[in-house]
């Protein structure tokens, strides 16, 4: 009967949690810069540099380069994606309707900012 009760411990309890901690440990040993990631404080950024030997991770939030300890990544969201060439080819066989970026931020733009130029020089000749 006991020994029943142990064998059922170790299915609902013990396995799962030693399961769920190599899945951690995988995850950790898997982590590279460009890994987008979130701390356990819930704190968002993407790695620029990990320290094997002391176990660190050099965090960029925004600009801001923060060092923390390995174990306080919670997940990575989104890993790191290596990125491909352009070539002459792919630039050539692009869709015609397909503007560049800058264009479309300028068309984003709110009706105030973009006649912003007008509406100054009105200001200035009162």
Known sequence: MIVALFALMYFLMI???RKQ???????????????QVV??????????????????VTLDCDGIYLVFDLSAI???????IAPTATTANDTANAK?????ASDAADENQPASTQGSDAADQKNDNK
């Open 96 to 100: 015609p309707s397909e503007a560049p």
């Open 74 to 80: 919670a997940q990575v969201k989104q890993p790191a």
């Open 15 to 17: 396995r799962p949690q």
């Open 39 to 56: 701390t356990i404080g819930r704190l968002h950024g993407v790695v620029d540099e990990i320290n094997e030997a002391e176990k660190t």
């Open 21 to 35: 901690q190599q899945k951690r440990r995988e995850q950790l040993s898997k982590i590279k810069a460009g890994d």
